[in-house]
């Protein structure tokens, strides 16, 4: 059931209603409730689709054990609030928060609420029945970033992206290091909408770039095929982060980096069922069959594909790590000499970028 906050607070209302009349139905016969709450519209593409798709997925698998309510366009701050609180009410016993900006609110929903196991996406605190979850996407991107020196004219590149937040950072700078190590000649630009969901904001940002000479363009956590499908009509390469988007751009798709959360949900759901659920941070990558990267481009060279799938393999076996050193800010400090790596701590905490993104971060 996909319902937006309107939808939601009405039928929260008519469910307490009926509860207070007794007309409950029968716990024997319940199946576990799960709430997805979202910023963004869970549309055909995105963010919010990647998770929805992911619990859709894992439902099929388990059998159909999981009522699963979907509330989209949840802006965050107390409207946000309200609808998770709103969710426990209605026997909700898993909810998932979908945006960095919950994590206050979910996790004062969890303080009050022990019994409810809750997860939230792309933060950093933790409870004993409160986790985190984020992806390692810069793995996936410093892949795209090798493609996208594959195909360059210009050797410059740009990058749409929503809020400049650590996981979005780590992705444009793993970007420009993929593409730098096929071709150190190359530049990035990046233009921050400072939104999840902005369509005309994210195309204008598009046409900038565009207009600079950037001949391939990355649409980062972008919930709206509006970047990819500008650059289609525009004649520009373009990638995208979460669910695929190449039905947009027929001949000018680069790839994706697909996010698939259902090995996460499963493990986080089971665990909740069995009673052994225990708040934690999880990070997961290519390894963890969470990023997966697809469509690559038919335009790709056969021998930098080669390159590509051979970088993705060391990802999987852990002997090649995207941030591995020398890792250089843009101000020419370095980071992580030959031979070292970033540390997670240091990846999860960036509010800098590397050397080759020659946009200065917003103050």
């Not at 998770?51 to 509330?71: Q, R």
């Not at 992206?161 to 650590?166: K, V």
């Given at each position: 059931?996909?319902?937006?906050?309107?939808?939601?607070?009405?039928?929260?209302?008519?469910?307490?209603?009926?509860?207070?009349?007794?007309l409950?139905?029968?716990?024997?016969?319940?199946?576990?409730?799960?709430?997805?709450?979202?910023?963004?519209?869970?549309?055909?593409?995105?963010?919010?689709?990647?998770?929805?798709?992911?619990?859709?997925?894992?439902?099929?698998?388990?059998?159909?054990?999981?009522?699963?309510?979907?509330?989209?366009?949840?802006?965050?701050?107390?409207?946000?609030?309200?609808?998770?609180?709103k969710?426990?009410?209605?026997?909700?016993?898993?909810?998932?928060?979908?945006?960095?900006?919950?994590?206050?609110?979910?996790?004062?929903?969890?303080?009050?609420?022990?019994?409810?196991?809750?997860?939230?996406?792309?933060?950093?605190?933790?409870?004993?029945?409160?986790?985190?979850?984020?992806?390692?996407?810069?793995?996936?991107?410093?892949?795209?970033?090798?493609?996208?020196?594959a195909?360059?004219?210009?050797?410059?590149?740009?990058?749409?992206?929503?809020?400049?937040?650590?996981?979005?950072l780590?992705?444009?700078?793993?970007?420009?290091?993929?593409?730098?190590?096929?071709?150190?000649?190359?530049e990035?630009?990046?233009?921050?909408?400072?939104?999840?969901?902005?369509?005309?904001?994210?195309?204008?940002?598009?046409?900038?770039?565009?207009?600079?000479?950037?001949?391939?363009?990355?649409?980062?956590?972008?919930?709206?095929?509006?970047?990819?499908?500008?650059?289609?009509?525009?004649?520009?390469?373009?990638?995208?982060?979460?669910?695929?988007?190449?039905?947009?751009?027929?001949?000018k798709?680069?790839?994706?980096?697909?996010?698939?959360?259902?090995?996460?949900?499963?493990?986080?759901?089971?665990?909740?069922?069995?009673?052994?659920?225990?708040?934690?941070?999880h990070?997961?990558?290519?390894?963890?069959?969470?990023?997966?990267?697809?469509?690559?481009?038919?335009?790709?060279?056969?021998?930098?594909?080669?390159?590509?799938?051979?970088?993705?393999?060391?990802?999987?076996?852990?002997?090649?790590?995207?941030?591995?050193?020398?890792?250089?800010?843009?101000?020419?400090?370095?980071?992580?000499?030959?031979?070292?790596?970033l540390?997670?701590?240091?990846?999860?905490?960036?509010?800098?970028?590397?050397?080759?993104?020659?946009?200065?971060?917003?103050?």
């Amino acid at each position: 059931m996909n319902l937006n906050r309107r939808d939601f607070l009405g039928a929260a209302s008519a469910v307490a209603a009926l509860a207070g009349l007794g007309l409950s139905r029968a716990s024997a016969a319940e199946p576990l409730n799960v709430a997805l709450i979202t910023p963004s519209p869970i549309a055909d593409v995105g963010w919010s689709r990647s998770l929805a798709a992911s619990l859709e997925e894992l439902n099929t698998e388990l059998g159909g054990i999981m009522k699963i309510t979907m509330v989209d366009k949840i802006n965050e701050g107390p409207d946000a609030d309200r609808i998770m609180e709103k969710a426990v009410a209605d026997g909700n016993k898993v909810v998932i928060a979908g945006s960095f900006g919950y994590m206050n609110g979910a996790m004062q929903l969890a303080r009050r609420h022990p019994d409810v196991s809750v997860l939230h996406a792309s933060g950093f605190k933790t409870m004993p029945n409160f986790s985190n979850f984020t992806a390692r996407n810069y793995e996936g991107t410093y892949l795209m970033g090798m493609a996208a020196a594959a195909v360059t004219k210009s050797k410059k590149l740009g990058v749409v992206g929503a809020f400049p937040i650590p996981e979005l950072l780590a992705s444009n700078s793993a970007f420009a290091l993929g593409a730098r190590a096929v071709d150190p000649s190359i530049e990035v630009s990046v233009i921050w909408v400072n939104s999840w969901f902005d369509p005309a904001k994210e195309q204008d940002s598009a046409k900038a770039l565009i207009s600079q000479g950037c001949d391939v363009i990355f649409s980062n956590a972008q919930d709206t095929p509006s970047v990819v499908a500008l650059c289609e009509k525009e004649g520009v390469y373009s990638c995208n982060l979460n669910s695929t988007m190449v039905s947009y751009a027929p001949t000018k798709y680069l790839g994706n980096v697909g996010t698939d959360w259902t090995p996460y949900f499963k493990s986080e759901i089971e665990a909740h069922i069995a009673g052994t659920f225990t708040g934690a941070s999880h990070w997961l990558g290519i390894k963890d069959g969470v990023i997966k990267c697809s469509d690559w481009s038919k335009d790709i060279p056969a021998e930098a594909m080669d390159k590509i799938k051979a970088a993705e393999a060391a990802m999987a076996d852990g002997s090649l790590a995207p941030f591995a050193g020398p890792v250089v800010k843009d101000d020419g400090t370095e980071l992580a000499a030959a031979g070292t790596n970033l540390t997670d701590e240091q990846i999860w905490s960036m509010d800098w970028q590397v050397q080759g993104i020659v946009t200065p971060l917003p103050k």
